[in-house]
Nanobody, 119 residues
Framework: QVQVAESGGGLVQPGGSLTLSCTAS????????MGWYRQAPGNERELVAD???????NYGDSVKGRFTISRLNAMNIVYLQMNSLKPEDTAVYYC?????????????WGQGTLVTVSS
């Protein structure tokens, strides 16, 4: 089983930067991918960025060129560097891990960290 914890959210002005961190613990050897999702009030949860064990990355269209996902220690820690933040980036950001246990996909989610972009 994998446990996930996020940190680094807060209040930032438009145009500013913020870095989120996500640490996975437990059966981290089973993790195939880690990523960030976000959910704003009234909206569905959406992909922000993810990275897989092979080093590939994937970004949501609204954050391409502004956000960067990176990882440390293989599939144990990932960061989300967010630059040129906009008010529409305001949301709760969730870290996600994907593991395959046997033939079954297993997702683990963190509690979420709030990012507020406002002047």
């Amino acid at each position: 089983q994998v446990q996930v914890a996020e940190s680094g959210g807060g209040l930032v002005q438009p145009g500013g930067s913020l870095t989120l961190s996500c640490t996975a613990s437990g059966n981290t050897g089973s993790i195939l991918a880690m990523g960030w999702y976000r959910q704003a009030p009234g909206n569905e949860r959406e992909l922000v960025a993810d990275t897989n064990r092979g080093g590939g990355t994937n970004y949501g269209d609204s954050v391409k060129g502004r956000f960067t996902i990176s990882r440390l220690n293989a599939m144990n820690i990932v960061y989300l560097q967010m630059n040129s933040l906009k008010p529409e980036d305001t949301a709760v950001y969730y870290c996600n891990t994907i593991s395959i246990i046997g033939t079954k996909r297993v997702d683990a989610w963190g509690q979420g960290t709030l990012v507020t972009v406002s002047s």
